[in-house]
């Protein structure tokens, strides 16, 4: 199995550009997340879904969309990129369980100039 | 949300245990203990969680206190493919499961030296 898979590795953008970060996962987890992680911030929740068709906003959704339309997908959207949208995005996924743990994917590190 | 509190850095040698704590003061009586590491370059990876009891997999120990504000992280016998920052998380398993959002804090980074 290939776990989470995130493309690309690494990208960089001007700003205003747009494009898609990609998340496959093979495990038919129903939940799946975008985090951003930044240096000194930890790792922040941007967007989640809890089945296909389903998104809801994390704590820093401003400037991303996201949709579910497969189990096996959850693809994040920047659509106009700004420089405070460098960081390192990570991918996630569990189990229906209470207490599954995410499994997350290698990220995308994002440069935005 | 509970909020947990752990050291930003620590340092041991190889092969010999890791104590690594977090206090969560302020946790509820539902909430799971999890931890998670990042090695670098890498996603962060589950490690191990608990409720009360002291919980041991292939990967480490969990020893949780009795009042449950506080718990420690054991790591055996370190190698250096241990050095990674650990997340120490409270996980809300009271409410709706849609809203179970894990917040990773800082983490403790950790070195091991040879």
């Known amino acids: 199995n290939a776990g989470v898979t995130q493309t690309p590795k690494f990208q960089v953008l001007k700003t205003g550009q747009s494009m898609t970060l990609q998340c496959a996962q093979d495990m038919n987890h129903e939940y799946m997340s975008w985090y951003r992680q930044d240096p000194g911030m930890g790792l922040r929740l941007i967007h989640y879904s809890v089945g296909a068709g389903i998104t809801d906003q994390g704590e820093v959704p401003n400037g991303y969309n996201v949709s579910r339309s497969t189990t ?15 960081s390192v995005y990570f991918c996630a996924s569990r189990n229906r369980g209470r207490n599954s743990p995410l499994h997350f994917g290698n990220g995308t590190r994002l440069t935005v100039t | 949300d509970a909020k947990t509190t752990q050291p930003n850095s620590m340092e041991s040698n190889e092969e010999e245990p890791v104590h690594l704590p977090c206090n969560h003061s302020t946790i509820s009586g539902t909430d799971y203990i999890h931890w998670y590491r990042q090695l670098p370059s890498q996603g962060p990876e589950y490690v191990i969680h608990g409720l009360t ?62």
């Open chain 1, 72 to 86: 096996e997908d959850f693809p994040l959207r920047l659509l106009s990129a700004a420089p405070s949208q460098t």
């Open chain 2, 53 to 114: 009891s002291n919980v041991n997999n292939r990967m480490a120990s969990l020893a949780i206190a009795e009042d449950r504000k506080s718990s420690t992280l054991i790591l055996h016998r370190a190698t250096l493919r241990d050095a990674a920052v650990y997340y120490c998380i409270l996980r809300d398993t009271q409410h709706t499961e849609g809203a179970q959002k894990l917040v990773f804090g800082q983490g403790t980074r950790l070195t091991i030296n040879p």
